[in-house]
Structures are given as C-alpha cells and as structure tokens.
Nanobody, 123 residues
Framework: QVQLVESGGGLVQAGGSLRLSCAAS????????TSWFRQAPGQEREFVAG????????YYADSVKGRFTISRDNARNMVYLQMDSLKPEDTAVYYC????????????????WGQGTQVTVSS
C-alpha cells in the first residue's frame, strides 16, 4: 500500500512560480513511475507530467512543456513539480499518482492517488 500526500499549492499571480511536493509512504514507491494530474472546475482530470522510477525519463503535456519540471528524490520518497511562468489556465487541483497500471501509459489509470492541492493563478 502506498499513500501519497501533496503540498505546496496556493495563490500566485500570473507569471509566478510554485513548487508542488508529493510525499509517499512505502519503500516500494522508489520503483514506481509517478505522475502529476490536474483537474479544473467543470473539466475532466488531465495528465500534466510523469517521471519514471529512476528519474531518467520525463514526459509532459504539451500545455506545460517548457514551463513545468517534474523531478524526484527516491531517498526521501518525494516527487516534485516545479511550475514556472504560471498562467490563469493552470488553475486547478493538482494530484500526484503512482504507478500507471499499464507500463508507459502515462495518461491512463493509476493505482494510488493523493488528495490533491489547490493551485490558483490570478491574472
């Protein structure tokens, strides 16, 4: 069993930055690919970024490429999402999830989800 807890959300002006953290329980987490998703009010949840178990491979939604960076620290059981040049359309609840049920299917189903952290970007 893995528990995921997100933190770092908040209110920021457009153009600003935030760093989200995902803290995981369980040593097995270090073997899991992990992703960030987000869900805006009235919209479906969407994939944002993913990272493989050792951090050597990362994947991004087109909407965040060049602005967001996903990273991980397996010694601390942490995954991060650095968000720069934030836009109002980035406003959403951000979720951490691991691992994808189908290897390599970043936008598919995941076994474990956190409760989410709110990010609000004002114009």
């Amino acid at each position: 069993q893995v528990q995921l807890v997100e933190s770092g959300g908040g209110l920021v002006q457009a153009g600003g930055s935030l760093r989200l953290s995902c803290a995981a329980s369980g040593r097995i987490f270090a073997r899991y690919a992990t992703s960030w998703f987000r869900q805006a009010p009235g919209q479906e949840r969407e994939f944002v970024a993913g990272i493989n178990w050792n951090g050597y491979s990362t994947y991004y939604a087109d909407s965040v490429k060049g602005r967001f960076t996903i990273s991980r620290d397996n010694a601390r059981n942490m995954v991060y999402l650095q968000m720069d040049s934030l836009k109002p359309e980035d406003t959403a609840v951000y979720y951490c999830a691991a691992p994808p049920r189908v290897n390599g299917d970043w936008e598919g189903e995941y076994d474990y989800w956190g409760q989410g952290t709110q990010v609000t970007v004002s114009s």
